[in-house]
C-alpha cells in the first residue's frame, strides 16, 4: 500500500536563529513575525571545450538562505542585524512544526553561516519588513530539533480560561 502524500504548508515551517558564539549559553529563538523563506541551492558545473564535444564536470553545490520578516524591536531582529554589520556566525534552524516526532522533537535542517545583507524598507502606510540572505557554510543537515515548552509558546499563544488572569 503505498504512503499517503501530505503536502507541506509554509505556515508549519518557522525559523530559530543564535549566535554560534552562544551556543553554550542560550537556546536559539524564533525569529517573530516571519513572512517567507526561501533555501537556494546552487550548483554550476564547468564545461571544458574539446574536439568530440564539451564535457560538464560537476561542481559541489552552495546553499543560502534568503529571510523576509516583520521587522520589529525584539531580541531576534536586534541580534541578526548585528550579526550582519560584524561578521557573526549564526545558527539557523528552519523547524517544521507538521514534523512532530513526539516529546517536543521536530523534524528540522541545520545549518551554520552569515547574513550577506540587511534590508529594511520603509513605506508610507505598510509595515517595514525585513529582508536578508544567509551564506550557508556546507550544506544544512536534516534531524530533529526540540522545542521547549517557552519556544513553542513563541510560536502559537496558549489557551486561556475565560478567568481573571494571573500573573
Request: aromatic content about 8%; overall charge negative.
Given at each position: ?62 546553499a543560502t538562505l ?102
Amino acid at each position: 500500500m503505498a504512503d499517503t502524500v501530505t503536502p507541506i504548508y509554509g505556515k508549519d515551517r518557522i525559523l530559530a536563529f543564535r549566535l554560534f558564539e552562544e551556543r553554550t549559553k542560550k537556546a536559539a529563538t524564533k525569529l517573530a513575525l516571519q513572512t517567507q523563506h526561501t533555501w537556494k541551492f546552487e550548483a554550476k558545473s564547468d564545461s571544458t571545450e574539446t574536439k568530440d564535444g564539451n564535457i560538464n564536470s560537476p561542481a559541489t553545490a552552495t546553499a543560502t538562505l534568503e529571510i523576509e520578516a516583520i521587522s520589529s524591536l525584539d531580541e531576534v531582529n536586534t541580534m541578526l542585524e548585528d550579526a550582519v554589520l560584524h561578521s557573526k556566525m549564526l545558527e539557523v534552524w528552519d523547524i517544521n512544526l507538521a514534523d512532530s516526532k513526539g516529546s517536543g522533537k521536530y523534524g528540522a535542517k541545520y545549518a551554520r553561516g552569515y547574513l550577506q545583507s540587511w534590508e529594511v524598507p520603509s513605506e508610507i502606510g505598510k509595515l517595514v519588513e525585513l529582508k536578508t540572505t544567509m551564506n550557508v557554510d556546507q550544506l544544512p543537515v536534516s534531524g530533529e530539533a526540540t522545542l521547549t515548552s517557552e519556544q513553542q509558546k513563541e510560536v502559537q499563544y496558549t489557551f486561556a480560561d475565560t478567568t481573571q488572569a494571573t500573573e
